[in-house]
């Protein structure tokens, strides 16, 4: 279902750099969001109730993490980083506030990201029970959420890439 994660030690330390880099790297993180948006549009058409939500939490939850290292922010890379590059790092990071870049993604923390959305998610699964029409509609909710949720990660993860690499050496 997922790819299978590289082994963490074979990640490199680098940052995107220049302005050409982040914006590539962002470019290919929102694609990431729209695939695993799509995904989660597709687990929500199925009629079992509390299936998308699990999918869904899971999906986000490694999606935050290929985002994190894509843009050379996972806590790993974080940690590797240059003692001033990694102090802009954390500055940046904590100025954006609740923000999952550079943290260890868990269920828990995946979880009180999407309760901060619970409207549009009681809406999802309440859809549901209107058969059909309301499987489209659960779906069309599910990418829209998913979708807003992903492209607001790779934003952060723009912002705090930028503040890095324009911190005095």
């Given at each position: 279902m997922f790819k299978k994660r590289k082994?963490?030690?074979?990640e490199p330390a680098l940052l995107p750099v220049s302005g050409d880099d982040i914006e590539r790297v962002r470019?290919?993180?929102?694609?990431?969001?729209?695939?695993?948006?799509a995904f989660s549009a597709g687990v929500s058409v199925i009629p079992v109730p509390?299936?998308?939500v699990v999918a869904d939490l899971s999906s986000f939850a490694v999606?935050?993490?290929?985002?994190?290292?894509a843009f050379g922010l996972?806590?790993?890379q974080i940690d590797r980083l240059q003692p001033h590059m990694r102090i802009a790092a954390y500055q940046a990071v904590a100025a954006l506030g609740g923000t999952l870049v550079g943290k260890?993604?868990?269920?828990?923390?995946?979880?009180?990201l999407l309760r901060k959305s619970g409207a549009k998610l009681a809406a999802k699964s309440t859809a549901k029970i209107v058969p059909l029409a309301g499987q489209v509609a659960s779906a069309v909710l599910g990418f829209a959420l998913f979708r807003q949720m992903g492209y607001q990660h790779v934003e952060a993860c723009t912002r705090v890439a930028r503040?890095?690499?324009a911190a005095p050496a």
């Open positions: 082994d963490k030690s074979e470019e290919r993180c929102r694609g990431i969001v729209r695939k695993r948006a509390g299936v998308d999606m935050v993490e290929e985002i994190n290292r996972s806590p790993e260890i993604v868990t269920k828990e923390l995946v979880l009180k503040e890095v690499a």
